[in-house]
């Protein structure tokens, strides 16, 4: 069954804890993203990676990182530096085709 | 990267097209259209893409005249299930694959 997973699919955060979601993609994609949604708005752009040990800032970065060690796989850590966590997070990969992206089902952050 | 200007929402009704503008006046030579659909706290889901003339697949068709500089999403015989939110986004491989989502279109099918 191909396509891309995130979890957890509901997460809480802590004052000051880091937390991390998971991307795992079997497509054999090169690119993966990772966005921000906001209630009634578009997707931003936190990050991107075109190839693997590689990543880009996308629009939004700031108090986020990333990692790319394997093709498969593109965690996004939101760190204690965000202080507005609270929104809906998407993880997509791309590279079949010119722009296409396939988007996972998401993760809900809240702050607790 | 090209900005897009959507319409914010439309109503329509159950068996009614629907046709979806967006404007990207800006749009590069080598950038692509795409259209997604998402529906809440769900993923976008990839529905159509072209680069000028006209698409067609088993779901929507896509119209682009012939100086790019818009789009029409076409929706034939919608059903309540296609309420959902419609984006409009332009970009190739050059600009890094970086796409911009705008606030796209909310589109409710009534009965």
């Not at chain 1, 979601?21 to 921000?36: G, K, T």
């Not at chain 1, 970065?61 to 394997?70: D, F, I, L, M, N």
Request: charged share 15%; net charge neutral; glycine share 8%.
């Amino acid at each position: 069954d191909g396509g891309i997973t995130q979890s957890p699919k509901y997460l809480f955060r802590k004052e000051g804890q880091n937390v991390t979601l998971s991307c795992e993609q079997n497509l054999n994609h090169d690119a993966m993203y990772w966005y921000r949604q906001d209630p009634g708005q578009g997707l931003r752009l936190i990050y991107y990676s075109q190839i693997v040990n590689d990543f880009q800032k996308g629009d939004i970065a700031e108090g986020y990182s990333v990692s790319r060690e394997k093709k498969e796989s593109f965690p996004l850590t939101v760190t204690s530096a965000q202080k507005n966590p609270t929104a809906f997070y998407l993880c997509a990969s791309g590279g079949d085709s010119e722009n296409i992206q396939y988007f996972g089902a998401g993760t809900r952050l809240s702050v607790l | 990267l090209a900005k897009t200007t959507q319409p914010i929402s439309m109503d329509s009704y159950e068996g009614q097209e629907v046709n979806i503008t967006c404007s990207h006046n800006n749009i590069a030579t080598n950038d692509y259209i795409t259209w997604y659909q998402q529906f809440p706290s769900q993923g976008p889901r990839f529905i159509i893409q072209g680069y000028k003339t006209k698409v067609t697949n088993e779901v929507a068709s896509l119209f682009i005249p012939a100086d790019r500089k818009s789009s029409t999403l076409s929706l034939p015989r919608v059903s309540l299930s296609d309420t959902a939110v419609y984006y409009c986004l332009v970009g190739g491989w050059n600009a890094g694959n970086m796409l911009t989502f705008g606030g796209g279109t909310r589109l409710m099918v009534k009965p």
